[in-house]
């Protein structure tokens, strides 16, 4: 079988990128005859009309293609031969029906809620929603949640409470350069978008200030006009100590409090308990950087906060990005143009992948599933009795941690937690296990490695889907290219699995077909879809949602919505259109430092990889230039333990150790260590991270815990 038709050999096919939120723009051309196996060569050809970014892509997106090659993934389904205990090569009809059996049987002895799925923020809307629908229908089970937990959760229900709606940005990101004052807030962009970079050096250009919150000195906050580095954890004391000068300098606007809000009283009340001194003594942030921070803010008639994963990712990242939404709206940054809180999502489909059903509280359009109306709605598209669908069921950790226990078996699309769930030894142990586990990926990832049967699927190139961007526009990725002999996309997986447990109908194979489905689902919901369209987000650069079908119940021709790249500008999406304050106040990280483990430890990224490592440590060029894990450290402390650098360490937590090389730079804190988490083995930064989780969004704390750190063998 050839590996693409003719046609689209010619001409460049425009898609976007397989990995981060920014859905960078990109031509594929396949070039006929390249590989060894008769296959081709994809090549990446520069995009210059889609503004997001304009051509520029970092090494990430330019070397995606790599991961195409039947050479480095799967390209045959494998199940697990009770002989040898292995691995080993079958045909899809055989591993499908022992999936089918696995589950089956699961279900049978132990009842429904004992067959968990976990899905992916990378997965196109088309199968995060197809996922969702195969288990509160075919399924039937409430266990299912997705990585998205361990990404914006505590972004999201911050937006929810304070707006009445979560949409990362509520802005497009051209509206970046032409405010007065950006305070990005543990975001590492330069590294982890670098072609949004672009968007802050035109601030600048344009005379705006920008402030950049992070223990660490990155790239991103070198290009700061002012860097507070706080200690990881304490970015809730921080904002409320800025809020707190806010009014103690009477710098708040009291028409757009008035107008625009409820709730100032309490939040302001619980912001005055945190003065500067104090506030510096949590944070380390000198009491003038504070006032110098709300100088700058106040005087910029127009200003953004735009949080992504450092102040997040925190066991209190809800109330976090509360209170940095609290000083938008006290300054009156918010709902206006131009001004703003916004997150920075992060999954090539972490905006979509959060609206369409595969949380685990939530029906498609960013419905609840709590909710009789939604429930009514969504069942009606789907065919089936409103009372057949199970209720909420566990966040992401939780379900992971329940493996083995309550929940027997489990079907995985788009995660690899052996690498990147918190507590990552505990949640290996849980999968091992399992009675029964599934997964589906393009490569062999540690946690397939496990499971008893692996699916080999298409991915981005090879076919066609939809993704939101962190802006909330709604975009086309194209198949350019046809996936090599023996790979079959998620949909055929979850259609011929629907059909082997009794559902032959109601999981097309068709995206398109899927999409038209999900419009449906979500009209009238949050996250209305239904006025979008293959053939419209092709005309248009993608299409902004909320986006509603306006020709539904008119007999005449009317205007098409045209999306809405900006929200909140006449009211917020709350009852009465008045955003909330929401008093909170300080409180410590889940685990602080004391004499057996004296260091905090914080966690993120580096440039060359994504994520898991699953995808971009198959890439001989990524592997070069970021080859393996490390602890980033201060002088000071590696004077203190006597380490120099490239010694090996051991970092050791309540969880476990994890040995890797010293980087030492004085562009972190001194009281800090930090360790990017794209690999497996003993250099896992997860093995050590801690799973208390924020009470709101469920989410793990992943920035801060407390270490040990040895030289290796001391
Ligand atoms: N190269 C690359 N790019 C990526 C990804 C990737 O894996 N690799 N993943 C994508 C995804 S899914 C995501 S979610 C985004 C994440 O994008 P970012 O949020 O930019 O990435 P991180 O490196 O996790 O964290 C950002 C910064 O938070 C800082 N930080 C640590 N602790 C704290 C704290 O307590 N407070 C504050 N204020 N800051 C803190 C870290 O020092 C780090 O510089 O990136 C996306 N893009
Ligand atoms: N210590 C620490 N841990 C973290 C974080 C941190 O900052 N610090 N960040 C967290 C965050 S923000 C995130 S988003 C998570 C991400 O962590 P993971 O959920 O592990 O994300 P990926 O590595 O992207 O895993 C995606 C998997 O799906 C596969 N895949 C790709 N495309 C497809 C497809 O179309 N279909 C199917 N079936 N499979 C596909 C990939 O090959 C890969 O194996 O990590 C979290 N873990
Ligand atoms: S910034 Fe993100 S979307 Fe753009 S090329 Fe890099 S990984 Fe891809
Ligand atoms: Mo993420």
New binding site residues.
């Given amino acids: 079988m050839p590996r693409t038709s003719p046609a689209l050999t010619q001409a460049s096919t425009p898609t976007h990128c397989?990995?981060c939120a920014l859905q960078c723009g990109m031509n594929l051309r396949a070039v006929p005859g390249g590989e060894a196996a008769g296959g081709d060569v994809v090549e990446v050809v520069e995009r210059t009309d889609f503004p997001v970014n304009r051509g520029a892509l970092c090494g990430k997106g330019r070397t995606a293609p790599a991961?195409l090659s039947s050479r480095v993934r799967l390209t045959e389904p494998l199940v697990r031969r009770p002989a040898t205990g292995r691995l080993e090569p079958a045909t899809w009809e055989e591993a499908l029906a022992k999936i089918a059996e696995g589950l089956g049987r699961t279900r049978e002895v132990y009842g429904r809620d004992a067959v968990g799925v976990f899905g992916?923020?990378?997965?196109?809307n088309e199968?995060a929603y197809a996922l969702g629908k195969f288990a509160r229908v075919v399924l039937s089970t409430s266990q299912i949640d997705?990585?998205?937990r361990?990404?914006?959760s505590s972004a999201a229900a911050a937006h929810q409470r304070a707006f009445g709606l979560d949409r990362g940005l509520p802005f497009p990101l051209e509206d970046i350069p032409r405010t007065g004052c950006v305070i990005l807030v543990g975001s590492n962009l330069a590294e982890t978008m670098p072609p949004a970079l672009r968007y802050l050096t035109e601030l600048k250009e344009n005379g705006g200030r920008l402030i950049v919150v992070d223990p660490r000195r990155t790239r991103t906050a070198e290009q700061a006009d002012l860097h507070l580095a706080p200690r990881p954890g304490t970015d809730l004391a921080l904002a409320l100590g800025l809020l707190h000068l806010v009014v103690s300098q009477g710098r708040t606007d009291d028409a757009f409090i008035q107008e625009r809000t409820a709730g100032w009283d309490e939040a302001r009340a619980a912001a005055m308990a945190h003065w500067p001194e104090h506030v510096e003594r949590v944070t380390g942030v000198p009491v003038p950087q504070l006032r110098e921070a709300v100088r700058m803010f106040c005087d910029a008639g127009t200003g953004m906060v735009l949080t992504a994963?450092g102040p997040e990712?925190q066991s209190k990242g809800t109330d976090t990005v509360g209170a940095w939404i609290n000083l938008c709206l006290a300054t009156g940054k918010a709902g206006r143009p131009l001004s703003g809180y916004g997150c920075l999502t992060?999954?090539?489909n972490?905006q979509g992948g959060r609206e369409h059903g595969q949380k685990a509280d939530q029906l498609p359009g960013y419905r609840k599933l709590t909710d009789p109306a939604a429930r009514e709605h969504v069942a009606g598209v789907w065919g089936v009795d409103p009372d057949s669908l199970p209720g909420p069921g566990r966040s992401a950790y939780e379900l992971l941690d329940a493996l083995g226990g309550d929940i027997k078996s489990l079907l995985?699309?788009?995660?690899?937690?052996?690498?990147?769930?918190?507590r990552a030894s505990h949640i290996e142990e849980r999968l091992r296990s399992l009675d029964f586990l599934a997964?589906?990926?393009?490569?062999l990832?540690?946690?397939?490695a496990l499971a008893d049967v692996v699916?080999p699927?298409?991915?981005?190139a090879e076919?066609t889907g939809t993704t939101t961007n962190l802006e909330g526009r709604v975009l086309l990725r194209r198949r350019a290219v046809g996936p090599p002999p023996g790979v079959r996309?998620?949909l055929e997986?979850l259609h011929a699995l629907a059909a082997l447990l009794g559902h032959e109908k109601g999981f097309p194979v068709d995206p398109e077909e899927v999409f038209d489905e999900l419009r449906r689902a979500s009209a009238g919901g949050p996250a209305d879809y239904s006025g979008i369209s293959y053939r419209r987000i092709a005309e248009e650069d993608g299409v902004f949602w909320p986006c509603p079908d306006t020709s539904e119940g008119s007999a005449h021709a009317v205007e098409p919505h045209p999306g809405t790249p900006r929200l909140f500008l006449d009211r917020f999406a709350t009852e009465d259109g008045r955003a909330r304050f929401v008093p909170v106040v300080h409180r410590p990280a889940a685990e602080e430092t004391d004499a057996e483990y004296p260091v905090l430890l914080t966690?993120?990224?580096v440039v060359a990889q994504?994520?898991?490592?699953?995808?971009t440590r198959r890439v001989d060029e990524l592997n070069a230039a970021a080859p393996g894990p490390f602890v980033e450290l201060h002088p000071r402390l590696a004077q203190r333990l006597g380490v120099g650098e490239g010694d090996r360490l051991t970092v050791v937590s309540r969880r476990g150790r994890a040995v890797a090389p010293a980087r030492i730079t004085d562009a972190i804190r001194s009281d800090t260590v930090f360790?990017?988490?794209?690999w497996p083995g003993e250099g896992r930064?997860?093995t050590?991270?801690n799973p208390a989780l924020d009470p709101t969004s469920r989410m793990?704390e992943?920035?801060v815990c407390a270490v040990r750190v040895e030289r290796e063998g001391d």
Avoid at 120 to 124: D, F, H, P, R, S
Avoid at 412 to 422: D, E, F, K, Q, R
Avoid at 675 to 678: E, L, Q, Y
């Fill in positions: 397989p990995y991961v992916g923020g990378g997965l196109t199968k997705y990585n998205g361990f990404c914006m994963r990712q992060g999954q090539g972490g995985l699309m788009g995660s690899n937690p052996v690498v990147s769930a918190p997964v589906a990926d393009v490569v990832s540690e946690t397939a699916l699927v298409t991915q981005w076919e996309t998620d997986v966690t993120g990224r994504y994520q898991s490592g699953a995808q360790m990017p988490f794209h930064a997860n050590l991270t793990p992943f920035k």
